[in-house]
């Protein structure tokens, strides 16, 4: 499926990595974020672990590959990619040789704005659809999380429309020419819900597939990643797993009290 557009693509580079150094600060209550389940800025709380291990294994990952732009995307609704992406970039943002940005491509049920407590009247839609020019006048710098967040707005029922041609191209393709400390987390719609997922995925790196316990089933994971192909699965997160006996991982007994 290919939709014609008369614009032209932009000449610059429609964001700089001193356009993101410059960003306004956001500062949000940390009890805020724990309300919105975000806790991988904050290592002695004991559910930022497995973002933690997370982090180090998509990091390790995407500097092996030389990659910069991971997306997040699910089967269908409600399975939790935006509470990875999130808590994702709040883990890695902690690190002092990583700058985190993160972008919510999920045009119809954007949140990731709502979630890290920043509340915009233009969000990266209104770019897409050309009444925003600077892309950095949308973006915002999230404390504690240390995160550049580019938030958007629910948009036109025309989200796929949005998601091709020349803008949206400008935009990845300065993301890519960011200095190699730079990673893009990209927030994108869930795979069967319309086609925007596969309309950016051919824009990205490689994805992570979150995978909700007890719903998402193998042919849905399957039937996802086929229509996602070649893009590369960088691996999958099962959300909402609930711990058997004897799968207890980590510290416990005395060690316990240093990481609860």
């Not at 490689?206 to 070649?230: C, H, K, W």
Request: include cysteine; proline fraction near 5%.
């Amino acid at each position: 499926m290919s939709f014609e557009t008369n614009e032209q693509p932009t000449s610059s580079p429609v964001l700089l990595a001193s356009d993101l150094e410059a960003l306004p600060v956001s500062i949000t209550d940390e009890a805020e974020l724990e309300a919105q389940c975000i806790v991988g800025f904050n290592s002695r709380d004991i559910r930022s672990r497995p973002f933690n291990l997370l982090r180090t294994q998509v990091l390790r990952k995407m500097r092996e590959r030389k990659w910069k732009i991971l997306a997040i995307t699910s089967d269908a609704p409600n399975a939790g990619k935006s509470f990875v992406t999130t808590n994702l970039a709040a883990a890695l943002g902690q690190l002092a040789d990583v700058k985190v940005i993160a972008l919510d491509l999920d045009l119809r049920r954007a949140s990731l704005g709502a979630r890290m407590g920043v509340f915009a009247d233009n969000g990266l839609s209104d770019y897409l659809k050309g009444k925003v020019e600077r892309v950095s006048d949308l973006g915002v710098r999230v404390q504690p999380l240390n995160v550049a967040l580019f938030p958007s707005s629910p948009a036109s029922l025309n989200s796929a429309e949005l998601l091709v041609g020349p803008r949206i191209t400008s935009l990845f393709e300065s993301i890519r020419a960011l200095p190699d400390d730079y990673i893009a987390l990209i927030d994108l719609p869930p795979v069967f819900a319309n086609d925007d997922a596969m309309a950016v995925m051919q824009l990205v790196d490689a994805y992570m597939f979150v995978i909700e316990e007890g719903v998402t089933t193998q042919r849905q994971v399957r039937d996802a990643m086929n229509l996602l192909s070649p893009v590369e699965c960088i691996g999958a997160v099962l959300n909402r797993y609930v711990e058997q006996p004897g799968d207890s991982y980590g510290y416990s007994g005395n060690y316990e009290r240093y990481y609860t």
